[in-house]
């Protein structure tokens, strides 16, 4: 528990495989370039994100295509009116190199003597929800209404978009859903989009089991997507 490795499901051609993770990193089957969207270079996917700020344009879906469109130009669906779905991007923004990751003393002891299980795409459904449900200091709801939910599960259908799942012993023997996190991947590029912890730890233990899984990926950028 919290470091046995377990064989996982084979998930869609191209898509992680569904499983549980443990200390280190799982087999994947793989990741994929998006079809008809720019395969950039690394550094010019960055010198793109650096040459915008703030609100860039509207769309009145959120469709796979378009998201997988306008996601290697740095931009991202933050809210809707009903009407319309807003895209902004960040200059600067805070990004994260996996190979440079840094487990401080007391996550890493966390991570040696907690007993915890961590999972890639076992829940993604639950954990976009309760993403959803977590208070943000200083917002009032969440940019994650019905509609973001169903399309980002639309594009984690179709092998896009990944979740992370910290779980502990509920106590009777089983397990429940602590904390995690989700978060698009095209290409070597990683786009966290959110996470939630329901017990202390939990999302931190996630991340942490979920960086070098993305290096092994072959993600060389996690895009925070904030200042």
Same mark, same amino acid.
């Given at each position: 528990?919290?470091?046995?490795?377990?064989?996982?499901?084979?998930?869609?051609?191209?898509?992680?495989?569904?499983?549980?993770?443990?200390?280190?990193?799982?087999?994947?089957?793989?990741?994929?370039?998006?079809?008809?969207?720019?395969?950039?270079?690394?550094?010019?996917?960055?010198?793109?994100?650096?040459?915008?700020?703030?609100?860039?344009?509207?769309?009145?879906?959120?469709?796979?295509?378009?998201?997988?469109?306008?996601?290697?130009?740095?931009?991202?669906?933050?809210?809707?009116?009903?009407?319309?779905?807003?895209?902004?991007?960040?200059?600067?923004?805070?990004?994260?190199?996996?190979?440079?990751?840094?487990?401080?003393?007391?996550?890493?002891?966390?991570?040696?003597?907690?007993?915890?299980?961590?999972?890639?795409?076992?829940?993604? +459904? *639950?954990? #976009? !929800?309760?993403?959803? @449900?977590? $208070?943000?200091?200083?917002?009032? /709801?969440?940019?994650?209404?019905?509609?973001?939910?169903?399309?980002?599960?639309?594009?984690?259908?179709?092998?896009?978009?990944?979740?992370?799942?910290?779980?502990?012993?509920?106590?009777?023997?089983?397990?429940?859903?602590?904390?995690?996190?989700?978060?698009?991947?095209?290409?070597?590029?990683?786009?966290?989009?959110?996470?939630?912890?329901?017990?202390?730890? +939990? *999302?931190? #233990? !996630?991340?942490?089991? @979920?960086? $070098?899984?993305?290096?092994?990926? /072959?993600?060389?950028?996690?895009?925070?997507?904030?200042?």
């Amino acid at each position: 528990y919290g470091h046995a490795v377990t064989a996982p499901q084979t998930a869609r051609a191209g898509d992680y495989k569904t499983g549980l993770l443990g200390k280190g990193v799982g087999t994947v089957s793989g990741t994929t370039e998006i079809k008809g969207t720019p395969n950039l270079p690394l550094r010019a996917r960055v010198r793109l994100i650096r040459e915008r700020d703030g609100l860039v344009g509207a769309s009145t879906d959120l469709s796979v295509a378009r998201l997988l469109t306008f996601y290697p130009h740095g931009m991202f669906p933050w809210h809707g009116d009903g009407r319309f779905f807003y895209w902004f991007t960040v200059s600067p923004r805070a990004v994260l190199y996996p190979a440079k990751l840094h487990i401080g003393r007391s996550l890493a002891k966390t991570l040696r003597h907690k007993p915890y299980a961590v999972s890639v795409n076992r829940a993604f +459904a *639950s954990v #976009i !929800a309760a993403c959803a @449900a977590a $208070p943000r200091e200083g917002q009032q /709801g969440t940019w994650i209404g019905h509609d973001f939910q169903v399309a980002y599960t639309r594009l984690h259908q179709s092998g896009h978009a990944h979740s992370f799942e910290c779980w502990y012993p509920d106590g009777q023997g089983g397990r429940q859903l602590a904390g995690g996190l989700y978060g698009v991947q095209i290409g070597c590029v990683f786009f966290g989009e959110s996470m939630f912890a329901r017990q202390s730890d +939990a *999302s931190k #233990i !996630a991340f942490a089991h @979920a960086v $070098p899984y993305l290096a092994e990926c /072959g993600v060389q950028l996690i895009d925070c997507q904030m200042h």
